[in-house]
């Protein structure tokens, strides 16, 4: 089977950091995406890790280790616009489809 | 181009009715795929296509999902006999050879 967790809501304050955990068991494996999603708009391609290790672009960066099943993305420097879900997605085995983990709301507060 | 392109933006029908929503894919990709999102969820894939072929349905809901691609380029999904609990976001996205989907605006659907 498949399954993606990642926690359903967090809140941090503007200018901290943040960490949202993705741990994820999956019959295969073809890389571990993030995407952010506004509400009511569609989500926006973050990061991709195919191997283990740290990825980071610039505010953001992006953890992966296949063999614990478990990913992080860090926001530093938090800003208003951050607020919105982080769906964590892995790659199936076939590599034909992303199967999304439900999201995390994060709520940047002044 | 702009990016994945979706039509109509929003869609309210009456249940029993059928409805079809198009895709216009970023033109150089030739994977699409197509998800449904209900509030709260993520993402949750139905059908893939390469070019023409549809290479995974047995996640299309039920049999009253149906979707082509008939010249490799825009995409259709149907739903026939709309019921309630059809009501979702449903987008597609094309993907790249770096493997990085990308979303269109989505068609909110509305079954009352």
């Known amino acids: 089977g498949q399954n993606i967790d990642q926690p359903t809501e967090m809140t941090a304050t503007e200018g901290a950091i943040v960490q949202i955990n993705c741990t994820y068991q999956?019959?295969?494996?073809?890389?571990l995406f993030w995407y952010q999603q506004h509400a009511g708009e569609a989500p926006t391609f973050l990061s991709y890790?195919?191997?283990?290790g740290l990825e980071e672009k610039g505010r953001f960066s992006s953890f992966l280790s296949r063999s614990k099943g478990y990913s992080y993305l860090l926001l530093k420097e938090l800003q208003m616009k951050d607020s919105a879900s982080y769906l964590c997605?892995?790659?199936?085995?076939?590599?034909?489809?992303?199967?999304f983990g439900k999201g995390t709301t994060l709520s940047v507060s002044s | 181009d702009t990016g994945v392109s979706q039509d109509p933006r929003h869609k309210i029908t009456k249940r029993g009715q059928n409805v079809t929503f198009r895709c216009d894919p970023i033109?150089?990709?030739?994977?699409l795929y197509w998800y449904r999102q209900t509030l709260g969820q993520g993402p949750e894939f139905l059908t893939y296509?390469?070019?023409?072929?549809?290479?995974?349905k047995s996640r299309l809901l039920s049999d009253r999902f149906s979707a082509e691609r008939p010249k490799g380029s825009f995409s259709t999904l149907e739903i026939q006999r709309t019921e309630q609990g059809d009501s979702a976001m449903y987008l597609c996205?094309?993907?790249?050879?770096?493997?990085?989907?990308?979303f269109g605006s989505g068609t909110q659907l509305s079954v009352l």
């Open positions: 296509f390469q070019n023409e072929a549809q290479l995974e």
């Open positions: 033109s150089e990709h030739n994977r």
């Open positions: 996205a094309s993907r790249d050879s770096n493997e990085k989907l990308f």
């Open positions: 997605a892995v790659g199936d085995q076939a590599g034909t489809a992303l199967i």
């Open positions: 890790n195919v191997l283990d």
């Open positions: 999956t019959s295969g494996f073809n890389g």
